[in-house]
């Protein structure tokens, strides 16, 4: 797979996780959450990723698990912390850099990996004041 290229296809997303998670799992802080506390079988959760930004980012509609739930499930057992959001936000960011992606579909991925990062880490580190925003935003609509 060529460097420099968009985030624009199922084959470019493959390649993308693989060396975004090489990344993470090589990482001794996130790596032990991923290994030891959910006890993940890398060769099933990659494809699950992959199809998470397949929906994301390609509109493939397959991917149907409740993403907020499996992150509510690894933190009951072993709680994030926000170090934990910045670094795998870092990764994220180098994975990119790395290979030099760029185009409208990877800056919808960055966009969209901070907003959803930021959203995991306020649900579950600070759920008292997700909570308020959310039914503030309900209330006003
Ligand atoms: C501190 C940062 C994060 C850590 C340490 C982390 C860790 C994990 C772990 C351990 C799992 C596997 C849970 C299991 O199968 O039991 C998981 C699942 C998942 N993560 Fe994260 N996560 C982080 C942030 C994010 C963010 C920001 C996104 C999206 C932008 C994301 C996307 C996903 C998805 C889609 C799954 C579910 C895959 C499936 O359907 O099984 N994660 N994460």
């Known amino acids: 797979m060529p ?3 968009d985030l624009d296809s199922a084959a470019a997303i493959q390649v993308f996780v693989r060396r975004f998670y090489d ?6 802080e996130l790596a032990p959450l991923f290994l030891e506390v959910a ?3 890398i060769e099933a959760h990659r494809p699950r990723i992959e199809a998470f930004w397949r929906k994301l980012l390609l509109g493939d509609p397959r991917y149907q698990r409740h993403m907020m739930d499996i ?10 912390r926000p170090g934990h959001f910045r670094r795998w936000l870092g990764h994220f960011e180098a994975t990119l850099a790395a290979a030099d992606w760029h185009g409208p579909l990877t800056d919808r991925a960055r966009f969209l990996a901070h907003n959803i ?11 008292d004041q ?3 925003r959310r039914s503030a935003t ?3 609509g």
Do not use: C, M
């Open 3 to 5: 460097s420099g290229q």
């Open 23 to 28: 990344r993470l799992l090589a990482d001794p």
């Open 39 to 41: 006890g993940i079988d």
């Open 71 to 80: 992150h509510r499930q690894v933190h009951r057992r072993q709680p994030f």
């Open 117 to 127: 990062a930021a959203n995991l880490e306020e649900a579950l580190v600070t759920p």
């Open 130 to 132: 997700y909570r308020q």
């Open 138 to 140: 309900v209330k006003t």
